[in-house]
């Protein structure tokens, strides 16, 4: 059975777009070396690379505990065998992914909005992602910016855990963390590191 009570820690989420060129896989051994404990694959290319590049992460299972977590694509988690999908409001519902993968897998839900968080869980999310808590290049400009105050008007208001998204980084990480929340998302902050490894281990060290 799944339990939510994973979601915890180090979130990395490996986005073809903002690696593009780099090898998603072995990007994925670099951080899971350096301690983070939960995966999300967010590739909008052709459904056959992705089902590749999903396949070759779930193997790194033998060498590494970790949840793996596709972004969207359903199908492409059931097929694979990963431990869950992540949605938003435009994806497949929360009451479709749980319907298609049954009742051992996780399902995630992307939520701007305290309503939103709310409206997830009753619709059987196990974990709501919350952002972005600060301004973000990877969303852009015009991406709404929540703030902590929300941040923890969320994670008071939901009995899921709920994880930080959005422009986290190593000066406001404790802030962030003091909310509150399980779990932490990085994109960027570890993407344009230099040695992947290292930026990933002092993270994943704020949650030791």
Do not use: W
Not at 5 to 27: F, H, M, P
């Amino acid at each position: 059975m799944r339990s939510n009570r994973a979601i915890r820690g180090l979130y990395a989420v490996v986005d073809a777009t903002v690696s593009a060129g780099e090898d998603l896989v072995r990007l994925t051994r670099e951080y899971l070396e350096g301690g983070v404990r939960i995966l999300q694959l967010r590739d909008k290319k052709s459904v056959t690379d992705r089902r590749d590049v999903a396949k070759r992460i779930v193997a790194l299972k033998k060498d590494f505990d970790f949840l793996f977590i596709v972004n969207d694509d359903i199908q492409t988690a059931l097929k694979v065998g990963a431990d869950g999908v992540h949605v938003g409001k435009d994806d497949p519902s929360p009451e479709e992914c749980r319907r298609v993968l049954g009742p051992g897998k996780l399902v995630g839900y992307s939520s701007h909005a305290l309503e939103e968080a709310v409206e997830a869980e009753r619709r059987g999310a196990d974990y709501v992602a919350f952002g972005a808590i600060f301004p973000t290049s990877t969303k852009g400009p015009g991406h709404p910016v929540q703030g902590l105050e929300k941040l923890r008007q969320v994670v008071q208001a939901v009995n899921i855990p709920v994880v930080a998204i959005g422009g986290i980084n190593r000066s406001n990480i404790k802030d962030v963390l003091a909310t509150g929340v399980h779990s932490v998302a990085m994109i960027s902050a570890l993407a344009k590191a230099g040695n992947k490894v290292e930026e990933a281990r002092k993270f994943a060290g704020f949650f030791e």
